[in-house]
């Protein structure tokens, strides 16, 4: 469901949601609770990058494993170059983890990072894993 | 594919339960 918020038009709508920042973009699942935002200007690759990272989000935080998964694929594979994809890249394995209770992804996945995206913050979270 | 902007925030939450769909929303301060 698609929400505009104006400042001019829907000043309320920034004091409900908690927004202090334009360009916003908040992702809400059904039920009302936020899962996701992004805040300031981003080239339109990057943007769409996050927008399925939020959806993928909102997949797993209701425990929708599989739904998550694919998401979280889905980002890799469309935008293997951008600020999203380590993001996607952890958070995919983790989704299959909690899908499977086979941890052996999470074993794989510093050595891929490490090919991949060395320099990544996620690169680090994985250390633990190995 | 023109995406269909409501400005209702109820009405949106409300079919987002309905159809057990997210809510995405768009703050915007830019010049219309």
């Known amino acids: ?130 | 594919m023109k995406v269909q902007w409501s400005t209702d925030a109820d009405g949106a939450l409300a079919e987002a339960k309905e159809q057990k769909k997210p809510v995405l929303i768009d703050f915007s301060a830019a010049p219309a």
């Open chain 1, 1 to 130: 469901m698609p929400l505009e918020a104006h400042i001019k038009e829907h000043p309320v709508y920034f004091h409900r949601f908690d927004a202090l920042w334009t360009p916003s973009v908040i992702i809400l699942d059904w039920k009302g609770n936020e899962r996701f935002r992004m805040e300031g200007y981003l080239p339109k690759d990057e943007f769409r990058a996050q927008l399925e990272l939020g959806l993928a989000r909102v997949a797993f935080m209701n425990k929708n494993w599989a739904e998550a998964e694919r998401r979280y694929a889905a980002v890799l594979d469309r935008y293997p170059d951008s600020k999203a994809a380590p993001d996607a890249l952890y958070w995919k394995g983790v989704s299959h983890y909690k899908a499977t209770n086979d941890h052996t992804i999470l074993g794989e996945l510093p050595g891929i990072f490490q090919e991949k995206y060395p320099d990544s913050i996620w690169a680090q979270k994985t250390i633990a894993w190995t």
